[in-house]
């Protein structure tokens, strides 16, 4: 089992910087990637950028001008650092981690967080 925490979030104005932190616990040996989603009110979650234990950082498209994922493996956390927010970007962000199901990882291949609020003033 893998048990995920966010933090960072909050109301900021228009123009600042946030950083996003996710930190992992438990089972943090079978993670094979950590990923960051977000979701719009009424919404489905959709994919920020992903940061793949053996692998290349991913960004969606258009994210990459203003979002930043990195991830420090020997503090099994994982950041974003969003710039020039905009309100746009207001929505609750979720980390995610994907997990080896081989024994003895498991019983899950994925777990969420609980999600951290964002709000962008104009």
């Known amino acids: 089992q893998v048990q995920l925490v966010e933090s960072g979030g909050g109301l900021v104005q228009a123009g600042d910087s946030l950083r996003l932190s996710c930190v992992a616990s438990?089972?943090?040996?079978?993670?094979?990637?950590m990923v960051w989603y977000r979701q719009f009110p009424g919404d489905q979650r959709d994919l920020v950028a992903a940061?793949?234990?053996?692998?290349?950082?991913f960004y969606a498209a258009s994210m990459k001008e203003r979002f930043t994922i990195s991830r420090d493996t020997a503090k099994n956390s994982v950041y974003l650092h969003m710039s020039s927010l905009q309100p746009d970007a207001t929505a609750v962000y979720y980390c995610?981690?994907?997990?080896?199901?081989?024994?003895?990882?498991?019983?899950?291949?994925?777990?969420w967080g609980q999600g951290t609020q964002v709000t962008v003033s104009s």
């Open positions: 438990g089972d943090t040996t079978c993670i094979t990637a």
């Open positions: 995610k981690a994907y997990a080896e199901l081989e024994p003895p990882c498991g019983p899950n291949s994925d777990y």
């Open positions: 940061a793949p234990r053996d692998g290349p950082i």
